[in-house]
Each structure stands twice: as structure tokens, then as C-alpha cells.
């Protein structure tokens, strides 16, 4: 199982480097959705703010992925970046390059975010790097202009850059995307050990349903379960 660690590049502060305007509401629902569609995956996720406790990071990851969003430079149409860590810096620079090339291949044609390379010390030397094991692949993006006029558009789509991502980290990891229905998705996310096709007639879809709304009556009435599950099944719900 790949461990996948997300930073919010500056969530959880209030002075200082808190970021340009909006890039926390930006990099908190991204990772949020992130992390549901990874593992989904079948990835293991650990997430974290700007300024995590060491003695959480004292661990091999197969990447450290560090969300952010750029200011806006004027008179452009956008743009966002993958960087990796300064190969003096960073034992793991091959991999780092490896998967920052990947996610610059697929996130950006996929959200049709223009790729505009900043690099610079802030990302080459990001503080974090320092924090991270040797064996650990550090990778920071720039997901967009936080406030272009056209990046704004596309970032507050949370699905189209959230799936973006995670089919790039997915293409990065040789891990297959299924090509799959809603309900088949459903199904699949309900039991880690089932992936059945959703049935074709539309009978069948509707007893699903309402199975699975007889399941989420039952967990509100106290069958025990616990409210994680309630959670996950309320996502079982196609809207």
C-alpha cells in the first residue's frame, strides 16, 4: 500500500506565511476531496497543516505531496507548477523528479491549467523538505493563480482538480483507474473486496438504492456503527 502524505501548504496559521487570498479555502478542500478519491485507490493517506509535529513525519512516505496556490501575476492567463525539492537537498531526488514530471503531464492538461514553470527557492527549498526522511519523494504544486480571472474558474471546480491530481499520483504509482459507472463506484467503495459492475436496467439501480438507503437509515437509528461509516455512506448516495 502506497503512503501518500498531503500537506495544506498553510492551513492552521494566522500570522506570517499564511498565504496569498484564498489559497487556504483552496488547498483545504482540495486535499479533502483528494484524500476521499486516493483512498478510494486503495492508497494510504496522511494529511497535514503547515506546521506538523515531527515526530508525525519520522516516517518513510512514498510521497509528500505539499498543495498550494500561487498569487496572480498580472496580464497572464494563468499558470501553476509542479517543483521538486534542490537535488543537494533531497537523497530521493530521482523519484521526486520522476513523479513531479508526471504530475506536470497529466494535472495540467487535465484541467486545462496553463504549465508556467516559477521554480524558486521558496519551492526548490521549501522548509518541509528538511522535515522529511531520506527515502521520501518531495513534491510541491502550484495548483493555479489563486485569483486570475481564469484560474479562479477552473480551481473552484473541487472534482475536476481533485481527480486531476489523483490521476496524476494514480499514473505515477501504476495504479489503474477503473473505468466505471456511478454505481459501480458505489459498489466498489462499500466493500474493498467487491468491484461488481452496476446492473444495466434501471429496476435493478433502484433496488440498490434503496438498499443502500435502508443501510443509512439503520446506521442513524444506533445499529452501532461508527460515524465514519455514516459518513462514508452518506457518500454512497448519488445525488
Not at 483552496?26 to 486516493?38: A, D, F
Request: glycine share 6%; aromatic share 8%.
Amino acid at each position: 500500500m502506497f503512503k501518500i502524505a498531503l500537506q495544506d501548504g498553510h492551513l492552521g496559521r494566522v500570522s506570517g506565511s499564511t498565504g496569498t487570498l484564498g489559497e487556504q479555502e483552496l488547498t483545504r478542500r482540495i486535499r479533502t476531496r483528494l484524500s476521499e478519491l486516493l483512498i478510494a485507490k486503495g492508497f494510504q493517506l496522511f494529511l497535514f497543516d503547515a506546521d506538523p509535529p515531527q515526530d508525525q513525519l519520522n516516517q518513510d512516505f512514498d510521497l509528500f505531496l505539499a498543495l498550494h496556490g500561487d498569487m496572480d501575476y498580472p496580464d497572464d492567463n494563468g499558470s501553476g507548477f509542479a517543483d521538486y525539492a534542490d537535488p543537494a537537498s533531497d537523497t530521493a531526488t530521482y523519484e521526486s523528479q520522476r513523479i513531479c514530471k508526471v504530475i506536470n503531464d497529466v494535472y495540467f492538461p487535465e484541467t486545462q491549467i496553463n504549465y508556467v514553470s516559477h521554480s524558486n527557492p521558496n519551492t526548490r527549498f521549501y522548509y518541509m523538505w528538511a522535515k522529511l526522511s531520506a527515502k521520501t519523494p518531495c513534491v510541491l504544486i502550484e495548483m493555479g493563480q489563486v485569483q486570475d480571472p481564469h484560474d479562479k474558474v477552473l480551481l473552484a471546480n473541487t472534482d475536476l482538480i481533485a481527480g486531476a491530481l489523483s490521476k496524476a499520483i494514480c499514473k505515477a504509482f501504476g495504479v489503474v483507474e477503473p473505468t466505471t459507472t456511478t454505481s459501480t463506484v458505489l459498489t466498489s467503495t462499500s466493500s474493498s473486496s467487491s468491484t461488481t459492475t452496476a446492473p444495466p436496467d434501471a429496476s435493478s439501480e433502484v433496488t440498490v438504492l434503496k438498499e443502500k438507503l435502508s443501510r443509512v437509515h439503520d446506521i442513524i437509528w444506533g445499529k452501532g456503527w461508527p460515524w465514519a461509516k455514516i459518513n462514508a455512506e452518506k457518500v454512497l448516495i448519488p445525488k
